[in-house]
């Protein structure tokens, strides 16, 4: 759009008449994310509350139009290039539109060379998970936030590596995009209330299970508690236990897709919880996604 044509929609943006305030709108909202700078300039130079208000609005607007499309091409990307790490980054958009990804990537990678050192090719899957879970929960101090478990702030990747608390799956998200950096086969398990994470290696699982059980998961990990190695047959005893059936719904790996929507659905519970109304309902949004 023209400079001169978006000052003019802007300043018709203080119209008392709503028809005419509606129609500029819904013409701005075409619009990307590129006109926000604009925008605050146009914020900035105002006095009027009611003009101010209306291009915070705006600019909340275009800004979760931006998080909206690029989870949408995220949901829409080859399995085999969907990055978890990305996605998580996307999430964080939703609070912080002008979240430093750069910052984000710095901090990952520091902790990721440090365990990244301790490992060589001479150790097992076992042995390398266990120097993971040292450094990430022992050395860093990462660790689910139970004094206050419906902040909003627990779903965030940015304020997880700032405070080192997070909720189940955002703790769990972190580690999966950790092992991966390692090169460790980590997956997603939707376990009942506590997600879990799977190492999985078919051609070990098989020599490990023998024939007894039909699975290609070595162990399974429990990242909120400080990554807890646990068998196949813990966790089927405790499945049968508490009547989760069928027992394979619960053991076996479940896509990214389904990880990024546990985490959205534990983010509009929280905004629930604070009866952040407005927040909730766009959630929402961002889960029709996954949802498709």
Request: a negative charge.
């Given at each position: 759009m023209e400079k001169s044509k978006l000052d003019a929609l802007i300043n018709l943006l203080d119209d008392p008449d709503k028809t005419v305030f509606d129609l500029v709108e819904k013409e701005l909202l075409k619009e990307s994310k590129q006109i926000i700078p604009v925008l605050?300039?146009?914020?900035?130079?105002?006095?009027?509350?009611?003009?101010?208000?209306?291009?915070?609005?705006?600019?909340?607007?275009?800004?979760?139009?931006e998080t909206h499309n690029k989870l949408d091409s995220w949901v829409k990307t080859n399995s085999e290039e969907r990055d978890l790490f990305t996605a998580f980054w996307i999430v964080d958009q939703f609070q912080y539109p002008d979240l430093n990804l750069l910052n984000i990537q710095l901090k990952v990678e520091n902790i990721r060379k440090k365990i990244w050192l301790e490992l060589n090719n001479t150790l097992t899957l076992l042995e390398k998970t266990t120097i993971l879970n040292h450094f990430l929960f022992n050395v860093n101090g990462f660790s689910v936030n139970h004094s206050n478990k419906n902040s909003s702030?627990?779903?965030?990747?940015?304020?997880?590596l700032d405070s080192k608390k997070g909720n189940s799956i955002s703790?769990?998200?972190?580690?999966?995009?950790?092992?991966?950096q390692l090169e460790l086969p980590a997956y997603f398990i939707d376990f009942p209330k506590n997600p879990l994470i799977a190492i999985v290696e078919p051609e070990l699982a098989k020599k490990v299970h023998c024939r007894t059980i039909d699975t290609d998961v070595l162990f399974y990990i429990n990242p909120s508690n400080k990554g807890a190695i646990t068998s196949i047959k813990e966790i089927e005893y405790h499945l049968r236990k508490n009547?989760?059936?069928?027992?394979?719904?619960?053991?076996?790996?479940?896509?990214?897709?389904?990880?990024?929507?546990?985490?959205?659905?534990?983010?509009?519970?929280?905004?629930?919880?604070?009866?952040?109304?407005d927040k909730e309902e766009q959630i929402q949004q961002l889960l029709q996604l996954l949802n498709q």
């Amino acid at each position: 759009m023209e400079k001169s044509k978006l000052d003019a929609l802007i300043n018709l943006l203080d119209d008392p008449d709503k028809t005419v305030f509606d129609l500029v709108e819904k013409e701005l909202l075409k619009e990307s994310k590129q006109i926000i700078p604009v925008l605050e300039e146009k914020w900035e130079s105002s006095f009027d509350v009611n003009f101010q208000e209306r291009i915070e609005n705006l600019i909340q607007c275009l800004q979760f139009k931006e998080t909206h499309n690029k989870l949408d091409s995220w949901v829409k990307t080859n399995s085999e290039e969907r990055d978890l790490f990305t996605a998580f980054w996307i999430v964080d958009q939703f609070q912080y539109p002008d979240l430093n990804l750069l910052n984000i990537q710095l901090k990952v990678e520091n902790i990721r060379k440090k365990i990244w050192l301790e490992l060589n090719n001479t150790l097992t899957l076992l042995e390398k998970t266990t120097i993971l879970n040292h450094f990430l929960f022992n050395v860093n101090g990462f660790s689910v936030n139970h004094s206050n478990k419906n902040s909003s702030q627990n779903c965030f990747f940015s304020q997880i590596l700032d405070s080192k608390k997070g909720n189940s799956i955002s703790i769990s998200i972190l580690y999966t995009i950790l092992a991966r950096q390692l090169e460790l086969p980590a997956y997603f398990i939707d376990f009942p209330k506590n997600p879990l994470i799977a190492i999985v290696e078919p051609e070990l699982a098989k020599k490990v299970h023998c024939r007894t059980i039909d699975t290609d998961v070595l162990f399974y990990i429990n990242p909120s508690n400080k990554g807890a190695i646990t068998s196949i047959k813990e966790i089927e005893y405790h499945l049968r236990k508490n009547e989760f059936l069928p027992l394979h719904q619960f053991t076996e790996p479940k896509s990214d897709i389904l990880f990024i929507q546990r985490l959205l659905e534990s983010l509009s519970e929280s905004y629930q919880a604070l009866g952040m109304i407005d927040k909730e309902e766009q959630i929402q949004q961002l889960l029709q996604l996954l949802n498709q």
